[in-house]
């Protein structure tokens, strides 16, 4: 009887560490966490609507020569990660937390997603003829098919094509990083060395000036302190920074240590004058502990499958 009395009191005991343990997000880091991604009310999420997306992204069909898809210039960790791109778009931006930025790329007068894709379906780059694209895919049975699963109805037009690749789009999240996990109260998720990182990022190198928010990006216009280069670009998101293979908008940098060196430098000495772009301070051992935080900002593996493309 003892022994079965001092067994329970055991597994109580076991418990009430448990409870103790239990996870507590820290408040003020809280803003840094994906946690969700709005979907507007003029375009509302269903995932009919998202696999259309996803087909139409991956479907060269949308193109001019029919011979370049979104997937061919918008790399992410995805399958279409080996697929070629254009010299047009060499690097193009990735569409990794697109949904996240404060206004789509850097078009001042474009507020929501659907407006990029909207001048990017009529841009040079794809079809600038809407009747004779939809022409085009409204002669394929399977897109038909698609269209009707995702709006209840076969009516193919430029604006549906317009609010399925902006649906899909908005799928493209990196989240759950060791980052999030920690900042969410998982205390082990971070190493030492990322820690270390985390401080750097925020006071000796300052990069928290522009990269912040759950995106780590300020949606602001900026010059990047490369010499040759006046334009101002948009702050880009650090997360899965680090599985990226070049850097910067013209990616003339082959590695994250090459980057991270750059701006420790405060940019070119011949570059554009940036107010927020000043030398840091950094040893080597800051510099690796600062690239070490930014592995941390990589999320789960985005899981995709190359849709099969209707035939014509």
Known sequence: MKRIFFLILSLVSILGLIVCKEKKPIP?????????????????????????????????????????????CHNTASPSEGFPRTKIHNPAPSLTNVALYKDVFKDPE???????VKEKVHSKLLFQNETKLVQRISSIQGYKELFEKAYGDPEISGERIVLALSTFQRTIVSKNSSFDKFVMGEETALTPAQIRGWDVFQNK???????????????????????????????????????KKTF??????GSIEDTVNHFAEGGHSKAVHDPMLRPAELSDQDKKDLIEFLKALEGEPIQWEIPSIPKA
């Open 28 to 72: 003020e880091l809280e803003g840094f966490v994906v946690k969700s991604v709005i979907h507007p009310s003029n375009n509302p999420f269903n995932q009919e609507k998202v696999e259309l997306g996803k087909t139409l992204y991956f479907d060269s069909r949308l193109s001019f020569n029919q011979d370049v898809s979104c997937a061919s």
């Open 110 to 116: 474009a507020k929501e997603l659907e407006d990029i």
């Open 205 to 243: 190198a300052k990069c928290i000036q522009c990269h912040q928010g759950p995106n780590f990006s300020d949606s602001e216009l900026h010059t990047t302190g490369l010499a040759g280069i006046k334009d101002k670009v948009r702050t880009p998101t650090l997360r899965d920074v680090t599985k």
């Open 248 to 253: 910067m908008h013209n990616g003339i940098f």
